[in-house]
Every structure is written in structure tokens, then in C-alpha cells.
């Protein structure tokens, strides 16, 4: 079960009031028809009020754009029109679909600039198609969102009713999941192409010179492992993760550098005296007292001085607060577990567990992971 939302964090008290008296006031302000109109004819105030309104047609017509995102990415759109120009009838043709149909497409593409018109009739990739042409894992995400977009179909129900998701029984780890068999290698291959995104980004901000071994904790079929090993291939590198997941890793890995073993992170004992623990997008997976548990777990089986590395997305990111604030917060509930966090809460329960110490690494794309570092005393 989820905490308490007022014991996620104790912010100061504030004698701001006035604040929220002016938020209170400017919101009576905006939503008057008469303000409305004003601000629509009045040269100063124009540009901005114009502004306002596209952003809140986004908001009434995101779910639109990501649909036609699924369907660049189900016609296999971009892979027709890579490398190359064709014309509106050859798209058509290649995508199975009507002129007419692949024109609605292609235009509206064109807008979310996945795709290019570079003369009439005439289309290439657009700059953030090349970008999902480049990440492999963006289009295994738009593909898996189709089941997240079933549950979103009544928002309120399942803000209602956590426990009859559809996403809950994608996740096999997830508790109440119907279909944990049927989901463990699709959750995997998700898990492992979009791994290849933020890798680089952990490694890049804090480098694994100064240890001899890692253990990478829920690792799955050890893509990040891998990475490492890229990177360090003298880095004694283990991965824990549960029977059915660590079954199916054995049978892809074509060398033994990397030891996997049979885990339940919750239960099993874990290795004793370890050097450096790896969390990679784990914690939000996870309601707070098993996260809780989980981080104590793990500064009890690190050595003095040892380190815990956690990676993921987190809330209140700066200048990415959809991300974490609404996108994960929504998935993560339809997904029946866990929740976005911040780094100081994160560090909070760190410290709970009995670390000393805690530092944030600055990652180059901090929307898509953040990093810290937790130290047990070396004493």
C-alpha cells in the first residue's frame, strides 16, 4: 500500500500567503469571457493570450498527437521515407493506405515535425522522426503505450479502482498481476531497448573507474551490464533479478562475463560485503515501505564505504515536470505500483536507511534520468 500523500514530504511553513491570495485573484481574472475577449483584441496582451490558447489546445488534443505517433510508427511510416524522398502516392502504396488516407498522415506528421514536405507531394523524415529512427526504444514504448491508453480510456475509474488495470498484468513483478508468465519477455525487451537511452547518460556522469564489481539489482536481462562491460571489461559485473527473468537472460547471452543470479530483492539474502549496488528506474517502480525495506536491505550488505547507485526519472525536475509529475504519476498508478519521486525524497530515504551521505550527479538529459549516489559510512 502507497503512503500517506501528506507524509511524502514536510515542506516549511510560509508566511506567503499573499501568494495565494494573487494566484486566486489572477484565476478570477483569466477565467472571466470578458478579460478573455479583451485579451484577444488588445495589441500588448495579444501575443501572450494567443500563446495560452495553443497550449491549452495541447492540452484537449495530446492524445490525438500520440495517436498519430502510433500510427507513423504501426504503418512503418519513417522506415519507408528513410534515406530517401518519396512522393504521397508511393507512401501510400508502401504503407497500405489510400492517397487520401496517407496524406491525413503524412500532414499531420508533418506538424509534429516526424515527418518533412520538402516540395508538394514530395516527403522525407522530419528532424524528431530521424530521432525515433535513431532510438529503437521509442517505438517499442509507443507500441506498448496502446495497453496504457485501454486504461486511460476512463481516467477516473482507474484512479478509482487501481486494482483492475490492464497494465497491472503487463508487469510480471507487479503484486495482483494475472499474467506474469505471458508478460516477463515483453516486459524485458522493453525493458532492455530502452535501457540503451540513459545508459550512457549514468556512465557518462559518474564513471565506474575507482570499483572492481558491481551488482546490478532488478537488472533484467542485463542490458546495462552489458553497457558496463563495454566500458569496464575488467568490472566483475552480477545481475539480480527474479527465476523467470534471469532464465530468459541465460539464454541470450552469447559470453559469461556477467554472473546472473536468481533474486527476489524483497526476500532473498543478498550478497554480503558488496562494493557498489546499481538501481537502475527500480525505486518508482515500488510503493514507499518496500522501498523502504529494500534500501535498508542494502546498506546492510554493503561493505564500509560502499556506494548505492539509483538512476531514474524523477518528479520535479526542472523543466520536465510533465514527465514525472503527470506521465509517470498516471502510468505508475494504472501500472498498480510505485510512484514518482524527487531527489529529496530519494535522499530522505536514503538517509532513513542509515547512508551518510548522498550526492546528485548532473546527467546531460535530465528529463530522462537523474543520478545519485548514496556512501555507507566507512566507519
Keep these: 500500500m502507497l503512503a500517506d500523500p501528506d507524509t511524502w514530504s514536510n515542506p516549511q511553513p510560509t508566511p506567503s500567503e499573499w501568494r495565494c491570495r494573487w ?5 478570477r481574472i483569466l477565467a472571466n469571457p470578458r478579460f ?3 485579451a484577444a483584441k488588445t495589441p500588448l496582451v495579444r501575443r501572450i493570450a494567443s500563446q495560452k490558447a495553443v497550449e491549452l489546445h495541447h492540452l484537449t488534443a495530446g492524445f490525438v498527437y500520440t495517436q498519430t505517433l502510433t500510427a507513423v510508427i504501426q504503418s512503418n511510416l519513417l522506415a519507408v521515407l528513410q534515406g530517401r524522398i518519396e512522393t504521397t502516392k508511393s507512401v501510400a502504396a508502401m504503407c497500405g493506405l489510400t ?4 496524406f491525413t498522415l ?6 509534429l515535425k516526424l515527418t518533412d514536405e520538402v516540395s508538394p507531394g514530395h516527403w522525407m523524415v522530419g528532424e524528431l522522426g530521424a530521432s525515433v529512427l535513431g532510438n529503437p526504444a521509442v517505438a517499442d514504448m509507443v507500441r506498448h503505450h496502446a495497453v496504457l491508453y485501454r486504461d486511460l480510456a476512463d481516467p477516473l475509474a482507474i484512479l478509482r479502482h487501481r486494482e483492475k488495470t490492464g497494465l497491472r498484468n503487463y508487469w510480471s513483478y507487479v503484486p495482483g498481476g494475472t ?3 505471458e508478460s516477463h519477455r515483453e516486459y524485458s525487451r522493453l525493458m532492455s531497448s ?4 540513459i545508459a550512457d547518460h549514468i556512465l557518462d556522469s559518474y564513471p565506474l573507474t575507482a570499483y572492481q564489481s558491481l551488482i546490478d539489482v532488478a537488472g533484467g536481462t542485463g542490458q546495462f551490464a552489458r553497457l558496463v562491460q563495454q566500458r569496464y571489461p575488467d568490472l566483475i559485473t552480477t545481475v539480480l ?11 541470450l547471452q552469447t559470453q559469461n562475463k556477467i554472473r546472473f543470479v536468481s533474486t527476489d530483492m524483497f526476500q532473498s539474502p543478498l550478497p554480503e560485503n558488496t562494493e557498489l549496488f546499481s538501481l537502475i528506474r527500480v525505486l518508482h517502480d515500488h510503493d514507499d515501505e518496500p522501498v523502504r525495506q529494500l534500501l535498508c536491505r542494502l546498506h546492510d550488505a554493503l561493505r564500509p564505504g560502499g556506494h548505492l547507485l539509483i538512476a531514474e526519472p524523477m518528479a520535479g525536475t526542472v523543466g520536465a515536470a510533465p514527465i514525472g509529475d503527470t506521465y509517470f504519476s498516471f502510468y505508475l498508478w494504472a501500472m498498480g505500483s510505485g510512484r514518482p519521486r524527487t531527489a529529496e525524497e530519494l535522499q530522505g530515504m536514503c538517509l532513513a ?5 548522498i550526492r546528485e550527479f548532473k546527467t546531460p538529459i535530465p528529463a530522462l534520468t537523474r543520478l545519485l549516489v548514496a556512501e555507507k559510512s566507512p566507519d
Design 23 to 27: 494566484r486566486l485573484f489572477r484565476n
Design 36 to 38: 478573455q475577449k479583451w
Design 99 to 102: 492517397p487520401q488516407a496517407a
Design 106 to 111: 503524412l500532414t499531420a506528421a508533418r506538424a
Design 179 to 181: 499474467r506474469p508468465e
Design 194 to 197: 530502452s535501457m540503451a537511452l
Design 241 to 251: 533479478d527474479l527465476p523467470e527473468v534471469v532464465s530468459e537472460a541465460k539464454t
Design 353 to 357: 536507511a542509515g547512508f551518510t551521505r
